[in-house]
């Protein structure tokens, strides 16, 4: 089954929240001004949030990562 990963910078991000106005569930608002990647793990080796999706995932993903004015949000495909 195809995989795509999710990677969310988050020193990148300034809380210009239109992640969080594509998705408040994936893009919850944080306590820093800045949003959270819901249930992402910190990989400490690139410093950034990665979450693992499906494909029935992808679309919803791939618009916040297209509003995202800083390119704090990317998607690669990881499994075939
Ligand atoms: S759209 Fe980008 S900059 Fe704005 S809150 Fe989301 S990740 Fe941060």
Do not use: H, Q
């Amino acid at each position: 089954m195809v995989k795509y990963k999710v990677e969310f910078d988050k020193e990148l991000c300034i809380g210009a929240l239109a992640c969080n106005a594509i998705s408040p569930d994936i893009w919850p608002r944080s306590d820093d001004g800045k949003v959270d990647l819901a249930n992402a793990k910190l990989n400490k080796k690139t410093n950034k949030f990665e979450l693992i999706i499906d494909e029935a995932d992808l679309e919803i993903n791939k618009e916040s990562a297209e509003v995202c004015p800083v390119e704090a949000i990317t998607i690669t495909k990881i499994e075939d």
